[in-house]
């Protein structure tokens, strides 16, 4: 069975650039979730994808968007970024949305870091 | 208010200590519970649910009080890999598997 994979594992940008994160969901599983953890916080939901289309979304501006594809894959695009986009960005994936009790399985992330 | 809120630690602890966290949780319609352990610097990783009848998984045990909107977990004789951040998670409301995330407690165990 495939975990979640994600990448790049690190990316240095400047501020107000763009950056495009990708992940790769666990074998099986047809959702994917967006966290954003900064330092010292707990994991802040971005977005979920189901079924290729934006299936609920937390408080984060316009400028953070995302694509579901075919495959499950996904990618997180944030525009204008700001240094306080700096964190981890994670990725989950579960079996199906609306699944209360489904946990998620994380991928390692990737840390942003905003200069 | 947080939606979830956590002790806030640090939680320094000897080898073989019992140790308690404490949670509590906003939004009384959540259905779902979950206890994530995170390790330094890399992503978390589901530890256990947590049941209205409450459970336990070898070490581990946890509460959940609906009533109160208030989760605990427990773990005993504390290993020294058991030194890590503790997420006490709620699922959202909302129709999806939105989970919510709180700060983290940190736990250190020494020899």
């Known amino acids: 069975e495939t975990g979640v994979t994600q990448s790049p594992t690190h990316l240095i940008k400047t501020r107000g650039q763009q950056v495009t994160l990708r992940c790769s969901s666990q074998?099986?599983?047809?959702?994917v979730s967006w966290y954003q953890q900064a330092l010292g916080q707990g994991p802040q939901f971005i977005f979920q994808?189901?079924?290729?289309?934006?299936?609920g979304r937390g408080n984060f501006p316009p400028r953070f968007s995302g694509l579901q594809f075919p495959n499950y894959s996904s990618e997180l695009n944030v525009n204008a970024l700001e240094l306080d986009d700096s964190a981890l960005y994670l990725c989950?994936?579960?079996?199906?949305?609306?699944?209360?009790?489904?946990?998620?399985?994380f991928g390692n992330g990737t840390r942003l870091t905003v200069t | 208010r947080k939606e979830v809120e956590q002790d806030p630690g640090p939680f320094n602890v000897p080898e073989g200590a019992t140790v308690a966290f404490n949670c509590t949780y906003s939004?009384?319609?959540?259905?779902?519970f979950f206890w994530y352990r995170q390790d330094c610097r890399k992503e978390p990783k589901l530890l256990m649910s947590?049941?209205?009848s409450g459970n336990e998984d070898g070490r581990f045990t946890a509460q959940l009080n609906r009533a109160s909107q208030y989760i605990s977990l427990l773990i005993r004789d504390s290993k020294l890999s058991d030194s890590a951040t503790y997420l006490c998670?709620?699922?959202?409301?909302?129709?999806?598997?939105?989970?919510?995330f709180g700060a983290g407690t940190r736990l250190a165990v020494h020899p």
């Open positions: 989950a994936s579960s079996l199906a949305a609306g699944g209360y009790n489904s946990p998620l399985h």
């Open positions: 994808y189901y079924r290729e289309e934006e299936n």
């Open positions: 998670v709620v699922n959202g409301a909302g129709g999806y598997n939105k989970l919510i």
């Open positions: 939004n009384s319609a959540s259905q779902s």
């Open positions: 947590v049941y209205s």
């Open positions: 074998s099986g599983h047809n959702t």
